[in-house]
């Protein structure tokens, strides 16, 4: 049974220019999660989705960031005209839901914005 | 916040010594969870302990939750050079299925 899995692991972008993140949850789980991780600092939780629907963004800037979970295919996390403050590794999890709270770890994007 | 605090913020110690690194956190949780990351990887789950748990073993590692002082504890007994790597807290809260992480504790183990 295959992890998370992320693509790209590492993405480097100028300033202005957009980031698309994938994340390919394990199989069988349909609850997406994406955490930002500055350096030496801990995950910072930015949106919780499910099939279709995002459950909760509290934690995604009100400008420039979106996330989709599309019925087929992997969820994006989206970030239009980067900015240098963008730079972080982003984290996906996954969980199966049905009361299950463990969350998987992907092994990370990490962006770089020159 | 919920945010937890881990403590220390770094820790050295010899190998095949035990290394205990502590959590704390505001609100009431449902569950605390414990990760390990290797420099530059993902994370790696260790251990839950829910709310209503004092204490859980796995393998080396044992944890203990106080939800009275809201803190936990994770001891790692007969250190390996290959437990290096940063241990963060993550706790859920009832009703929310996000994690709330610390900054977590940097452990180095020397050989």
Request: net charge positive; charged share 25%; aromatic share 8%.
């Amino acid at each position: 049974n295959a992890g998370v899995m992320q693509n790209p692991r590492h993405l480097v972008r100028r300033r202005g220019q957009e980031a698309r993140l994938r994340c390919s949850p394990m199989k069988g789980h349909s609850h997406v999660y994406w955490y930002r991780q500055l350096p030496e600092e801990g995950l910072k939780f930015m949106v919780y989705l499910q099939k279709e629907n995002i459950i909760d963004e509290s934690g995604m800037p009100k400008e420039r960031f979106s996330a989709e979970f599309p019925k087929e295919g992997p969820s994006i996390l989206r970030i239009q005209q980067v900015v240098r403050g963008d730079s972080a590794a982003y984290f996906c999890a996954s969980s199966p839901g049905r009361g299950e709270v463990e969350q998987y770890f992907g092994p990370g994007t990490r962006l770089t914005v020159t | 916040s919920q945010q937890g605090e881990e403590d220390p913020q770094a820790l050295s110690i010899q190998e095949g010594e035990n290394a205990t690194m502590n959590c704390s956190y505001k609100t009431s949780i449902n569950n605390l969870q414990w990760y390990r990351q290797n420099s530059g990887r993902g994370l790696v789950h260790l251990i839950l302990i829910r709310s209503n748990e004092r204490e859980k073993h796995s393998g080396r590692l044992r944890v203990t939750l106080d939800t009275s002082k809201k803190s936990s504890s994770l001891l790692i007994t007969a250190s390996r050079a290959a437990d290096t790597a940063s241990y963060f807290c993550a706790t859920d809260a009832r009703g929310a299925q996000k994690l709330v992480f610390g900054q977590g504790t940097r452990l180095t183990i020397n050989p």
